[in-house]
C-alpha cells in the first residue's frame, strides 16, 4: 500500500509523516513544490517528489502509483486561484488512477456566492466528490496554534483584543496531524466526513482568564467590533481582496461556525484532544 502527501514541506504534513512512521508506515511518498525541506533522515521508506497543483501534468507523474493520498490544500489565498490549483490536483489524480482521496477540509465548509475560505473547501469537496473518486473529508476546525502568538503579546501589554462572538473548538495541529495519519494508514472510510476538533469549544475572554491564572498576571480581554478587525488587517498591508476573504471568515467565526466539538480524533488515534486552553497556556508559560 503506498501513501502519498501533497503539502509535505509544511508544518502540517511534517506531522502526518512523524505519525505515519510511527506507525511503521512502510512506502510513504511525499509530494512538494520544495523537495529540498523534506526531511527524509533515517526514513528509507519516504520517497520525495517534486509536485505543484499548477501543473496538471507534473503532479500526475508525482502522484503515479499512489493507492491512498492525503490531499493538504493550497495555501493561496486570492481570490479565484485555490479552486483552481484544487481542480488541478483533483484532475492530476484521475490521470494517475489515484486509489482514494483524503481531503482536509474545514468545519463550516459551504457553497457561496463568494471564493472564500469556507466556500473554496465546498467547492474542493464537491469537485472530488464529481470526479468519481473515492473520497474521505476531515473537517479541521481552526488550529490552537495560530492564538499563541497573540497571547504573548497580550501577555506583554496586559491586554487581550480579540474577536467576541461564538466560541471556538480550536483543534492542536498535532491532534490534527495524527488523526490524518490514522485515516490514511487504515482501509476503509471512504464516503465518510470526519471534524477534528479541540476538546472543548472556548471564547477569547475564557482564554485570556485561564493565561492569567497560569502566569499570575492580570490580562483583560477586550473585544474587537468586525470594523476593528478589518481596520487591523487593512493596517497590516494586506491586499483587499485577502483582507475581505479573512473578515468574512470572523464573521463565521463569530456567527458559530467552529463552535463544534467531536470525538473523531480520540476515536481513531486512541488519544484524546487536547484542550486548546491547556495548550496555549503550557505554549506561553516562562
Known sequence: MTLGITGASGQLASRVLHHLFARSASDVVAIT???????????????????????RAGIAKSLAGIDRLLMIPASELMPGVRPRQHQTAIDAAV????????????????????????????????????????????????????????????????EYAAPDGAPYAYVVRDDLAALAAAILATPGHEGVTYHASGAESVTHAQIAEAVSKAIGKPIRYTP????QSEAGLVAAGLPPPIVDVLVRSQKAGRDGAFDLVTGDIE????????????????????
Open 33 to 55: 513544490r520544495n523537495p529540498s525541506k523534506v526531511d527524509s533522515t533515517g526514513r528509507q521508506s519516504l520517497h520525495v517528489r517534486p509536485g505543484d497543483f499548477n501543473d
Open 95 to 158: 490521470d494517475a488512477g489515484v486509489g482514494h482521496v483524503i481531503y482536509v477540509s474545514s468545519i463550516g465548509a459551504r457553497p457561496g456566492p463568494r471564493d472564500g475560505i469556507l466556500e473554496t473547501h465546498f467547492f474542493t469537496e464537491q469537485a472530488l466528490i464529481a470526479s468519481g473518486l473515492p473520497w474521505t473529508f476531515i473537517r479541521m476546525n481552526i488550529y490552537a496554534d495560530f492564538q499563541i502568538d497573540g497571547v504573548k503579546r497580550a501577555i506583554a501589554s496586559g
Open 224 to 227: 474587537r467590533t468586525p470594523e
Open 267 to 286: 476515536r481513531h488515534t486512541g488519544r484524546r484532544a487536547q484542550s486548546a486552553m491547556d495548550f496555549i497556556v503550557r505554549a506561553v508559560q516562562p
